[in-house]
Nanobody
Framework: QVQLVESGGGLVQAGGSLRLSCAAS????????MGWYRQAPGKQRELVAA???????NYADSVKGRFTISRDNAKNTVYLQMNSLKPEDTAVYSC?????????????WGRGTQVTVSS
């Protein structure tokens, strides 16, 4: 079994910053792509940012230039540095990891952490 645990969410004023972390633990051989998703009330879940094991990244247009995704492969941890936060960034942020255990790759999700940006 693999567990993903997020931390770092909270309440921040517009223009502020937060740093999210997501640590994977359990029966992990390696992790391919890791990503952050978010879901605001009444909206579909959307990809915020993703990073491959080699460090290639991609971002949603709405966060480019404000958010930075990074990872520490030795710690099986992915980070999301969020700067210049806007009220529309308010959502539950969840991390996702494509984990290789043995001969197979499985998709795992964290439970999510709330980010609230006040105007």
């Amino acid at each position: 079994q693999v567990q993903l645990v997020e931390s770092g969410g909270g309440l921040v004023q517009a223009g502020g910053s937060l740093r999210l972390s997501c640590a994977a633990s359990g029966s992990i051989f390696s992790i391919n792509t890791m990503g952050w998703y978010r879901q605001a009330p009444g909206k579909q879940r959307e990809l915020v940012a993703a990073i491959t094991s080699g460090g290639s990244t991609n971002y949603a247009d709405s966060v480019k230039g404000r958010f930075t995704i990074s990872r520490d492969n030795a710690k099986n941890t992915v980070y999301l540095q969020m700067n210049s936060l806007k009220p529309e960034d308010t959502a539950v942020y969840s991390c996702n990891a494509a984990v290789v255990t043995g001969a197979w790759e499985y998709d795992y999700w964290g439970r999510g952490t709330q980010v609230t940006v006040s105007s």
